[in-house]
């Protein structure tokens, strides 16, 4: 939209978390952060990452959705849910691939970045952005992030099989053309217990 | 319903209710509800100029003929003639001694040219057999709903003449 589009660089992040009480400004979701704010290795790291919908070209979220309550709107924005039509099941919280939904039981209904779209759509930067220090999240033209990053920005992502394609852009080193991950990389399959996590 | 969608592999029900709101081609209830009311606008306008029309409408004048003089004609003869102008072919029919009539000759279904069949005593069609009557030119029988157009006519010195027709917009 207005030539610009979202870059999510999570080696920039510093965890300040600005994003996420900027994001709770926002009028579309006042009060709410949508940002996934994870700590990545707490135990042995200070490393933090911040990022947004990745509003996938065929989301899945939507796809699962049996209510029709997630759509993707002609600019290319994956709304969060449709208040009248969430009936808080879930699906999409354990289908999106990126882990982006999230239900929020006060009110029964999914909620996620939606881009901050009563900004975005009239030319505005999404809350996030505007606040970021480091620009681990930014929202600029093409031209410029070429002009001032050495990373590129990838949007093609492979979960096993599953190819998505996203309107926002992970900043990846630059001989990727996508960024691949096995799921079962991560399934623990050791024989101790799973060490209770820090967070 | 297939005739409203656009050929698509995606079952009905993801067609109408795609993820991408620039595909959905399901109609909400306010949708719906505005092209009632459009709808109905537009048939009220119809309908009142149709109206109008009808409260306006003056059968048009045309100029007497001369047909054909008084004896011209035998009983249970014919004569063809155009009227009102040179491209409107009608049939002049002498069914008794003293009774002139005389019709449009295009049969009301398809055009045809009518002809009269002297033993039956009717106007017939050949293409579909629709028959009229020589009283009146309702019709008897056949494809054609409306009665034949009937020429008036009328008698001055000895000459039938047509002056008018009658029963052309039904």
Same mark, same amino acid.
């Given at each position: 939209?207005?030539?610009?589009?979202?870059?999510?660089?999570?080696?920039?992040?510093?965890?300040?978390?600005?994003?996420?009480?900027?994001?709770?400004?926002?009028?579309?979701?006042?009060?709410?952060?949508?940002?996934?704010?994870?700590?990545?290795?707490?135990?042995?790291?200070?490393?933090?990452?911040?990022?947004?919908?990745?509003?996938?070209?065929?989301?899945?979220?939507?796809?699962?959705?049996?209510?029709?309550?997630?759509?993707?709107?002609?600019?290319?924005?994956?709304?969060?849910?449709?208040?009248?039509?969430?009936?808080?099941?879930?699906?999409?919280?354990?289908?999106?691939?990126?882990?982006?939904?999230?239900?929020?039981?006060?009110?029964?209904?999914?909620?996620?970045?939606?881009?901050?779209?009563?900004?975005?759509?009239?030319?505005?930067?999404?809350?996030?952005?505007?606040?970021?220090?480091?620009?681990?999240?930014?929202?600029?033209?093409?031209?410029?992030?070429?002009?001032?990053?050495?990373?590129?920005?990838?949007?093609?992502?492979?979960?096993?099989?599953?190819?998505?394609?996203?309107?926002?852009?992970?900043?990846?080193?630059?001989?990727?053309?996508?960024?691949?991950?096995?799921?079962?990389?991560?399934?623990?399959?050791?024989?101790?217990?799973?060490?209770?996590?820090?967070? | 319903?297939?005739?409203?969608?656009?050929?698509?592999?995606?079952?009905?029900?993801?067609?109408?209710?795609? *993820?991408?709101? $620039? =595909?959905?081609? @399901?109609?909400?209830?306010? &949708?719906?509800?505005?092209? !009632?009311?459009?709808?109905?606008?537009?048939?009220?306008?119809?309908?009142?100029?149709?109206?109008?029309?009808?409260?306006?409408?003056?059968?048009?004048?045309?100029?007497?003929?001369?047909?054909?003089?008084?004896?011209?004609?035998?009983?249970?003869?014919?004569?063809?003639?155009?009227?009102?102008?040179?491209?409107?072919?009608?049939?002049? *029919?002498?069914? $008794? =001694?003293?009774? @002139?009539?005389?019709?449009? &000759?295009?049969?009301?279904? !398809?055009?045809?040219?009518?002809?009269?069949?002297?033993?039956?005593?009717?106007?017939?069609?050949?293409?579909?057999?629709?028959?009229?009557?020589?009283?009146?030119?309702?019709?008897?029988?056949?494809?054609?709903?409306?009665?034949?157009?009937?020429?008036?006519?009328?008698?001055?010195?000895?000459?039938?003449?047509?002056?008018?027709?009658?029963?052309?917009?039904?």
């Amino acid at each position: 939209m207005f030539g610009m589009e979202f870059y999510v660089d999570p080696s920039r992040c510093i965890g300040c978390q600005s994003c996420l009480k900027a994001c709770e400004e926002c009028e579309t979701h006042r009060g709410v952060s949508m940002i996934n704010f994870d700590f990545v290795d707490r135990a042995d790291s200070i490393a933090t990452a911040a990022y947004v919908c990745w509003h996938c070209d065929n989301p899945t979220c939507a796809q699962v959705c049996p209510a029709d309550a997630i759509k993707k709107y002609e600019d290319g924005i994956v709304g969060s849910s449709l208040k009248p039509r969430c009936i808080a099941c879930s699906n999409c919280v354990l289908a999106c691939p990126f882990g982006i939904p999230k239900l929020v039981p006060e009110y029964e209904q999914m909620m996620k970045c939606d881009m901050c779209y009563d900004r975005t759509s009239v030319g505005k930067r999404p809350m996030c952005a505007t606040v970021c220090p480091s620009q681990a999240l930014s929202y600029v033209t093409p031209e410029t992030i070429a002009a001032t990053r050495r990373e590129k920005p990838v949007n093609t992502f492979w979960f096993g099989e599953q190819k998505i394609t996203t309107k926002v852009f992970m900043m990846a080193p630059a001989a990727t053309d996508a960024i691949s991950i096995d799921v079962a990389d991560y399934i623990w399959e050791g024989e101790h217990e799973l060490a209770p996590q820090a967070f | 319903m297939s005739w409203l969608r656009r050929p698509s592999e995606a079952p009905l029900w993801q067609d109408e209710f795609s *993820v991408f709101t $620039a =595909d959905e081609r @399901y109609v909400n209830r306010r &949708q719906f509800t505005k092209f !009632l009311t459009l709808t109905s606008f537009a048939m009220l306008a119809g309908n009142l100029w149709i109206l109008a029309r009808s409260i306006f409408y003056r059968a048009p004048k045309y100029a007497p003929l001369a047909v054909a003089a008084l004896g011209e004609v035998p009983v249970g003869a014919v004569k063809l003639f155009a009227y009102p102008s040179p491209r409107d072919p009608c049939i002049l *029919v002498r069914p $008794a =001694d003293d009774t @002139y009539i005389a019709y449009s &000759q295009k049969c009301t279904h !398809l055009s045809c040219a009518v002809y009269y069949a002297r033993a039956q005593n009717r106007l017939e069609c050949p293409c579909h057999q629709g028959y009229f009557s020589i009283t009146d030119g309702s019709v008897l029988q056949g494809p054609p709903q409306r009665p034949l157009p009937r020429v008036a006519l009328e008698t001055r010195d000895g000459k039938l003449f047509a002056v008018g027709m009658e029963g052309e917009r039904t």
